[in-house]
């Protein structure tokens, strides 16, 4: 018996001083044909319901050269496939405009924002015949927790410092993306894409717009995280939009839309087997930039 135990501990041994380099060989990317994406965030260039919104004159001639110049650096990534923020029963709707625009192109579209600005004139210069929409509209309360904290009736029963620190402090641990961010409406345009889609200010994003609320709930129960649920659920449904779209390992993806949604579809396309992620900022850099 003594004798068993001890082959079975030396086998025991031998299993787990192998694992780590079999996990590591493992971990090592293959050379699949994986679907390039390039996921871009913005805020609405125009009306907005969202609760931070960004002062931008959509119809300032400074502004739609800014946009146009955006648009020819994000155009070198040479998407096939555009995807912006409308509902997919609107496509037709959208890609009606958009071909107005093909058929008039010196001035931008500002009907529908950054979507008809910035990624119809991208969906222009990549040769494009039609943009599609992949979002889906689902409503959730991310202000629960402000609404606890201004009801002397109501009790934050989960951990309201951290609800807090991520209210009022969101970069306590950056302070110089703070300070960048103060300033935030005194950049250019590029400038202010380039930090919008920073990772840190996307892990922003969704702590703002939804990770926060799982600091929050009265007495035991859950009705913070059933919020931010709603809010994990849209973004679901619009990444499963984005997977009814037909398309092969030659096809390269844009993506454009809020940069809360950015956040959250880096989540998803980040771990797919089905897409590779190319890294935004390189796109959002003032330079000649290849394919890859």
């Known amino acids: 018996m003594k004798n068993i135990l001890f082959l079975l501990a030396l086998c025991l041994v031998g299993c787990s001083s192998s694992t780590p380099s079999v996990l590591l060989a493992d971990a090592e990317p293959g050379a699949g044909n994986k679907i ?23 119809h300032k001639q400074a502004n739609q050269q800014a946009v146009k110049d955006i648009a020819k650096l994000i155009a070198q990534f040479k998407p096939t ?15 009606q405009a958009y071909q107005a625009f093909l058929a008039d192109p010196k001035v931008l579209n500002t009907r529908y924002g950054e979507l008809s600005m910035l990624g119809f004139d991208v969906a222009r210069l990549s040769g494009l015949d039609k943009v599609y929409g992949i979002d889906n509209h ?10 606890i904290e201004h009801s002397p009736e109501l ?15 969101p970069f306590l641990h950056y302070p110089g993306l703070a300070e960048v961010n103060q300033r935030f409406e005194q950049l250019s345009l590029l400038e202010q894409l380039q930090l919008t889609n920073h ?18 709930g009265i007495g035991d129960g859950f009705e913070g995280a059933e919020q931010a ?23 390269r993806v844009l993506i454009l839309m809020g940069a809360a949604h950015t956040a959250m579809l880096r989540e998803f396309i980040g771990r797919s087997p089905k897409f590779e992620m190319v890294n935004t900022l390189d796109y959002l850099t003032a330079k000649e930039h290849s394919a890859k």
């Open 36 to 58: 390039k994406v390039l996921n871009v965030g913005s805020f609405h260039f125009g009306a907005s319901s969202d609760a931070n919104v960004v002062n931008f004159d959509e």
């Open 81 to 95: 496939i555009v995807c912006l923020e409308f509902l997919p029963e609107d496509m037709t709707t959208m890609n």
């Open 138 to 147: 689902l409503g959730y309360n991310y202000s629960l927790g402000d609404f």
């Open 155 to 169: 009790t934050n029963s989960v951990d309201r410092d951290t609800y807090l620190q991520l209210t009022n402090q």
């Open 199 to 216: 990772p840190l200010m996307l892990d922003y994003m969704l702590n703002t717009n939804a990770d926060k609320l799982f600091y929050v």
């Open 229 to 251: 649920a709603q809010f994990y659920l849209r973004n679901m449904k619009i990444y499963t939009n984005l997977n009814r779209i037909p398309m092969s390992s030659d096809d």
